[in-house]
T-cell receptor, first 116, second 116 residues
Framework: AQSVTQPDIHITVSEGASLELRCNYSYGATPYLFWYVQSPGQGLQLLLKYFSGDTLVQGIKGFEAEFKRSQSSFNLRKPSVHWSDAAEYFCAVDLYSGAGSYQLTFGKGTKLSVIP | SAVISQKPSRDICQRGTSLTIQCQVDSQVTMMFWYRQQPGQSLTLIATANQGSEATYESGFVIDKFPISRPNLTFSTLTVSNMSPEDSSIYLC?????????????FGSGTRLTVV
């Protein structure tokens, strides 16, 4: 069955340090890929998405992600973390069947804590 | 991208009662989705609501417990019926817009439900 795996439940980094959040998917074809951020008590905000083309995707708030087909991965990165980046991050996969049927499947999320 | 207004933002309800959550979109969209996010968990799709047809429920969710209305292309409601403490969750609506540079999924800010 198709799945999305975020192997890190909780990550703590110091402010100014670099960040990489891992995401792997299991799917027969290349899906559409998303990263969302959820601040405490808030809804989900889209950081970036990959549909096709350039495998390095730039998003908002200085985030980027790289799609690696050979590794079935779509890891999120940021060169320098800010305290305001503390939040829960969700990787999601759109298992678009091509027949008008969409379904967004989420990973379990990675909680990011930032040390001042 | 679409802008979603979801209300109420939070509520505390007595067990055995029902709560209806509303989701208003600022543009016409074909597909709307309802998700549940249990405490400390990821998002789980409850159902897909298309205008003019019955909602499609995911495994583990039934219409009697989570009736959905979709009277037009900009509005939907989700009712959580006969609530129990296990229904305490964040409920989010989402819409799908066309794929492409500006497409993808947009989420409402969520309804935080506590059942006592």
């Amino acid at each position: 069955a198709q799945s999305v795996t975020q192997p890190d439940i909780h990550i703590t980094v110091s402010e100014g340090a670099s960040l990489e959040l891992r995401c792997n998917y299991s799917y027969g074809a290349t899906p559409y890929l998303f990263w969302y951020v959820q601040s405490p008590g808030q809804g989900l905000q889209l950081l970036l998405k990959y549909f096709s083309g350039d495998t390095l995707v730039q998003g908002i708030k200085g985030f980027e992600a790289e799609f690696k087909r050979s590794q079935s991965s779509f890891n999120l990165r940021k060169p320098s973390v800010h305290w305001s980046d503390a939040a829960e991050y969700f990787c999601a996969v759109d298992l678009y069947s091509g027949a008008g049927s969409y379904q967004l499947t989420f990973g379990k999320g990675t909680k990011l804590s930032v040390i001042p | 991208s679409a802008v979603i207004s979801q209300k109420p933002s939070r509520d505390i309800c007595q067990r055995g009662t029902s709560l209806t959550i509303q989701c208003q979109v600022d543009s016409q969209v074909t597909m709307m989705f309802w998700y549940r996010q249990q405490p400390g968990q990821s998002l789980t799709l409850i159902a897909t609501a298309n205008q003019g047809s019955e909602a499609t429920y995911e495994s583990g969710f039934v219409i009697d417990k989570f009736p959905i209305s979709r009277p037009n292309l900009t509005f939907s409601t989700l009712t959580v019926s006969n609530m129990s403490p296990e229904d305490s969750s964040i409920y989010l609506c989402s819409v799908h817009t066309s794929m492409g540079a500006l497409g993808g999924y947009t989420f409402g800010s969520g309804t935080r439900l506590t059942v006592v």
